[in-house]
């Protein structure tokens, strides 16, 4: 049974940092992709970051242009978690942040329906 675990949300003032963790269970296949989703009340589900391992070695890491230059998305093989380092906060970044998980192929990261397997989700609030 494959489980996906966030944690490291919070409250934080704009311009300052979160780092987020996903700890992946069950799903040990080293080629997959990897995503963070957000979603802010009364609005969709956005693709905010992903990321693709084939064979162990992370690949092509791309962002929205909303968090372009301030969210870094990495993946540790070895403990099977996916971060999302979150700099330069903004108001606008509040919204609960999701992993997700799939399998490896295709350029559309952030298309919700090319993932299996979802977290819990873990909420992010940026005050002014």
């Known amino acids: 049974q494959v489980h996906l675990v966030e944690s490291g949300g919070g409250s934080v003032q704009a311009g300052g940092s979160l780092r987020l963790s996903c700890v992946v269970s069950?799903?040990?296949?080293?080629?997959?992709?990897m995503a963070w989703f957000r979603q802010a009340p009364e609005k969709e589900r956005e693709g905010v970051a992903g990321?693709?391992?084939?064979?162990?070695?992370?690949?092509?890491?791309d962002y929205a242009d909303s968090v372009k230059g301030r969210f870094t998305i990495s993946h540790d093989n070895a403990k099977n978690t996916v971060y999302l380092q979150m700099d330069s906060l903004k108001p606008e970044d509040t919204a609960v942040y999701y992993c997700?998980?799939?399998?490896?192929?295709?350029?559309?990261?952030?298309?919700?329906?090319?993932?299996?397997?979802w977290g819990q989700g873990t909420q992010v609030t940026v005050s002014s």
């Open positions: 997700a998980a799939g399998p490896y192929g295709g350029s559309d990261w952030y298309r919700i329906s090319r993932y299996n397997y």
């Open positions: 990321i693709c391992t084939f064979a162990g070695v992370s690949v092509s890491p």
């Open positions: 069950g799903y040990t296949s080293s080629t997959k992709c």
